[in-house]
């Protein structure tokens, strides 16, 4: 590339997930000089932090790996349908290991900033160490590549008196590493999302009393986990890349394709089989079983009606079942995917506190206050989840041409092109970025697809001679526009969901991930076709 001021590197990438290593793997194919800042002290990303009992994929694990190299995939072996966390963990520290990634990866680094200085053309990267007892350093880059996750940055609400609570409390996303023993203590659980509803059924059977504080009820489907189907895995591995190009028409599976059906189009007995079947297959599949149930309210009451009355069927006490029983539009926030976990209510141990109406008032010394009552415990677990999509990048100091802090330009919501990249920011490319389809597809797949559409572009720049990208603001503007369109077309911004950052008091309601995955990568090879049409080159 021509026009290069001196920098220490050719592009700086943040993160040392699924999507930072296999974009440092891109990079060297490249011959480019490349540095990973990873703010853990492992590699892993999502499944590095993430430890909490019961951790584990809800996407199918012959699914939810990397397809970059035919012989990586032939050889790893998944032991069950949906791999726990510390296997992918595994997987991960395996393809660090095998491509020779750890070099170029430095751990326990925590960027803090990241400006982009117009004469030179360059990023600056600052960074300390992750607990920030050590100097900044700075280091540049021509290229700066977020692969900071989608949900890594995690939220623990600013309950009053948190800080007084003498007990231990722990969020899922930061679970310690040595594990937590909860023999013979009274656990509270706040939230009820997919952290929660995975680790609820074992931290029941620890506990001595387990109390869970819902604010919102959730949609679960049965995982139905098993050890890996051997039949199954050689029939998969025997054309590994036809699977996969069957699983890439669709969102989620490629073995629970969407039904294009509609299930106000069908009789009663149907839907109720169609239900079932979907259920006894268990998992994120069942969302796709009629084509109408994320755009028709009457055909999604249908299938939440569905869900109800399994939950009564399974729940002995009816007042408990009644309390677990969602109402909001099925699929709207992500579904969860359990094992045993509306039957743990059916437990001695376990209470369930109902706060929707009357939300959790403070974090007192001996526990939690709720309804104008303290209910006493050891230790609270915060299953609250991630400032999501956003999180990551707001927590960096981020500034592009002129200054410009991304803060500031993303005050009313995230606006990118494509997802990859945001006007005014320079030779920055966003991994799986808000604006692009990321948690809405299966991750790695849409990882990989990001990067390679980013290795791709600047080997086109390196071979035109050019060093700078950047998103023009009305390819930009038609983009975020054409993201709502989409979304508002369908069910989904219809419920408090952190697609829309609903979770996290103050943020800008905006729909964040790209609904339509295969429509998407169409648009990003097409835009790629014409020469990076809505970039401005030089
Ligand atoms: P989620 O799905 O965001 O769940 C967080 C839960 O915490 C959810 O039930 C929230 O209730 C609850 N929450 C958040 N703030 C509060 C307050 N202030 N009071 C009571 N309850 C609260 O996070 P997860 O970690 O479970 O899962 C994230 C994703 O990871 C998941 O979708 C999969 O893709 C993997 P709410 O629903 O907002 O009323």
Not at 373 to 387: C, L, P
Not at 485 to 497: D, I, R
Request: hydrophobic share 40%; proline share 5%; charged share 20%.
């Amino acid at each position: 590339m021509s026009g290069r001021a001196p920098a220490d590197f050719d592009a700086i990438v943040v993160g040392a997930g699924f999507a930072g290593l296999y974009m440092l793997h891109r990079l060297r194919g490249l011959g480019l000089r490349a540095r990973v800042f990873e703010a853990g002290d492992g590699v892993g990303g999502t499944w590095y932090w993430n430890r909490y009992p019961g951790a584990r994929c809800d996407i199918e694990s012959l699914e939810y790996s990397y397809q970059f190299d035919a012989e990586l995939q032939q050889e790893w072996h998944w032991s069950e349908r949906y791999a726990p966390q510390a296997e992918i963990l595994r997987y991960i520290e395996h393809v660090a290991d095998r491509f020779d990634l750890r070099r170029d990866v430095q751990l326990s680094t925590r960027v803090t900033a990241a400006h982009f200085d117009d004469a030179s053309g360059l990023w600056s990267v600052e960074t300390g160490s992750a607990d920030g007892s050590a100097e900044r350093e700075r280091h540049t880059a021509r290229f700066c590549i977020m692969a900071t996750g989608c949900l890594s940055a995690t939220n623990v609400p600013d309950f009053p008196g948190l800080e007084s609570f003498r007990g231990d409390t722990w969020h899922t996303g930061r679970w310690p590493h040595e594990g937590v023993d909860l023999e013979g203590r009274r656990v509270a659980v706040i939230g009820t999302g997919s952290s929660a509803v995975q680790s609820i059924p074992f931290f029941a059977e620890q506990a001595e009393q387990l109390t869970v504080f819902q604010r919102t009820p959730t949609y679960s489907i049965p995982a139905h986990n098993a050890p890996l189907d051997p039949e199954l895995e050689r029939e998969v591995k025997a054309d590994y890349a036809g699977f996969r190009a069957r699983a890439a028409a669709l969102a989620f599976g490629a073995n629970f394709p969407p039904n294009e059906t509609l299930a106000l189009d069908v009789s009663a007995e149907e839907r109720e089989r169609v239900y079932e079947t979907r259920w006894e297959a268990g998992g994120l599949g069942f969302v796709t079983a009629f084509g109408d149930l994320l755009r028709d309210r009457g055909a999604n009451e249908t299938a939440g009606e569905f869900v109800r009355g399994k939950i009564r069927s399974i729940v002995h006490d009816p007042e408990v079942a009644e309390k677990l029983l969602p109402s909001q539009v099925l699929g709207c926030k992500r579904l969860c995917v359990d094992t045993g976990y509306y039957d743990t209510f059916n437990r001695d141990n376990v209470h369930l506190v109902d706060v929707s109406a009357s939300p959790i008032e403070a974090i007192t010394p001996r526990g939690v206050r709720a309804g104008g009552r303290e209910h006493e415990v050891d230790a609270i677990v915060f299953a609250t989840g991630f400032d999501a999509m956003t999180g990551a990048l707001a927590r960096i100091d981020i500034r592009g041409s002129g200054g410009r802090p991304l803060a500031d330009k993303w005050a009313a919501g995230p606006l990118t092109y494509l997802g990859l990249s945001t006007a005014g920011f320079p030779n920055l490319f966003v991994i799986t970025g808000p604006g692009s389809p990321s948690v809405l597809a299966n991750m790695v797949p849409a990882i990989e697809q990001h990067v390679d559409w980013i290795a791709d572009c600047l080997a086109h720049l390196g071979e035109h001679g050019l060093s700078r990208i950047e998103a023009l603001p009305e390819a930009e503007t038609a983009w975020v526009e054409h993201t709502n369109a989409v979304a508002q077309e369908t069910l989904f911004p219809f419920c408090n969901s952190w697609y829309l950052g609903a979770n996290v008091p103050g943020k800008p309601r905006v729909f964040m991930p790209y609904i339509g995955y295969p429509t998407y990568v169409a648009k990003c090879e097409e835009v790629a076709a014409k020469g990076y049409e809505g970039f401005a080159l030089g």
